[in-house]
């Protein structure tokens, strides 16, 4: 059994930076590839980053890429989204996701775990 918990969502003007953090209780954390989604209002999930389990390979959605860094400290078993430049089109709920195998994938499918979400608004 694996949990996921978010944090570090908030309220922030356009330009500014959020740094989110997934937290997992998850033993197998090492060997899990670990991706952040996100879904505003109205929109599907869709998918932002992702890591593999030794944080050797790293991809990101076209839109967010240059701004947002996937990093993950094995130790801690946590993953983090440092998000910098923010843009209003940003604002969605964010969502950490696992996978039990470590290479990453963009498909929010073919991640088996979920946390609840951290809410992350830009204002212009």
């Known amino acids: 059994q694996v949990q996921l918990v978010e944090s570090g969502g908030g309220f922030v003007q356009a330009g500014g930076s959020l740094r989110l953090s997934c937290a997992s209780s998850?033993?197998?954390?090492?060997?899990?590839?670990m991706g952040w989604f996100r879904q505003a209002p109205g929109k599907e999930r869709e998918f932002v980053a992702a890591?593999?389990?030794?944080?050797?390979?790293?991809n990101y959605a076209d839109s967010v890429k240059g701004r947002f860094t996937i990093s993950r400290d094995n130790a801690k078993t946590t993953v983090y989204l440092q998000m910098n430049s923010l843009k209003p089109e940003d604002t969605a709920l964010y969502y950490c996701?696992?996978?039990?195998?470590?290479?990453?994938?963009?498909?929010?499918?073919?991640?088996?775990?979920w946390g609840q979400g951290t809410q992350v608004t830009v204002s212009s």
């Open positions: 996701a696992a996978r039990n195998i470590g290479a990453l994938r963009t498909r929010a499918a073919d991640y088996g775990y």
């Open positions: 998850g033993r197998t954390f090492m060997y899990s590839a």
């Open positions: 890591i593999s389990w030794n944080g050797g390979n790293t």
